[in-house]
């Protein structure tokens, strides 16, 4: 069966500071994975996907089908970095999302 | 487009009674999905619909929970008889390929 784990519920960190969430998947077949994002008083949103192999707002995010994760990283945090943080995979062609249990990021000054 | 849009926003009720959450699904998108968010489970998947019709719902907790889509621009969660446990943030979102947008959310307290 499907599953996402992301081990750690929340990380502080200092403004400058390098970030790493984790996110680990299971799933016999080829994965999608996602990062979403829930900023403090706004909407579940995403972030980035690892197809498109972007950098979103600094962050970056590459699939490791090795060791089956895909964790998000950004080398220097900012304030308004802080937010919930769920990654999500797609299983098959029905645009069902699996997501972890998300992680809250806080950035201190 | 004002996006996915839920109603009530907030809805406080008491063990015993019933709860409708209602969703309305970006125009166009033909997949919607109800999620409920807790601290101790994060999102959980409870149901969703292709183009009206329910696909999965085994996510849905137990029989008191239902869900319907009449229409392409209307859904409803409905929980009856609520209880405590059923306190949490309600999502509901829409898409019309990988991406899936998400309304407000519904935020239900059962006392």
């Known amino acids: 069966a499907q599953r996402v784990t992301q081990p750690e519920k929340l990380l502080s960190v200092f403004k400058g500071a390098p970030v790493e969430l984790k996110c680990n998947y299971s799933y016999s077949g080829s994965p999608e994975l996602f990062w979403y994002v829930q900023y403090s008083r706004q909407r579940l949103q995403l972030l980035l996907r690892?197809?498109s192999r972007e950098s979103i707002k600094g962050f970056t995010a590459d699939l490791n089908n090795g060791e089956t994760s895909f964790h998000l990283k950004k080398p220097f945090a900012q304030e308004e970095d802080s937010a919930m943080y769920y990654c999500?995979?797609?299983?098959?062609?029905?645009?069902?999302?699996?997501f972890g249990k998300g992680i809250t990021l806080s950035v201190r000054p | 487009d004002a996006g996915v849009i839920q109603s009530p926003r907030h809805e406080v009720t008491e063990m015993g009674q019933e709860v409708t959450l209602r969703c309305k699904p970006i125009s166009g998108h033909d997949y919607l999905f109800w999620y409920r968010q807790t601290m101790m489970r994060g999102l959980e998947l409870l149901i969703y619909?292709?183009?009206?019709?329910?696909?999965?719902d085994s996510g849905m907790p137990e029989d008191r929970f239902s869900a319907k889509m009449p229409n392409a621009s209307f859904s409803t969660l409905k929980i009856q008889p609520s209880e405590p446990r059923d306190s949490a943030v309600y999502f509901c979102?829409?898409?019309?390929?990988?991406?899936?947008?998400f309304g407000p959310g519904t935020r239900l307290t059962v006392l």
């Open positions: 619909f292709n183009n009206n019709v329910p696909i999965d």
């Open positions: 690892h197809i």
């Open positions: 979102a829409s898409s019309w390929s990988f991406e899936q947008f």
């Open positions: 999500a995979l797609l299983t098959g062609a029905n645009s069902k999302l699996t």
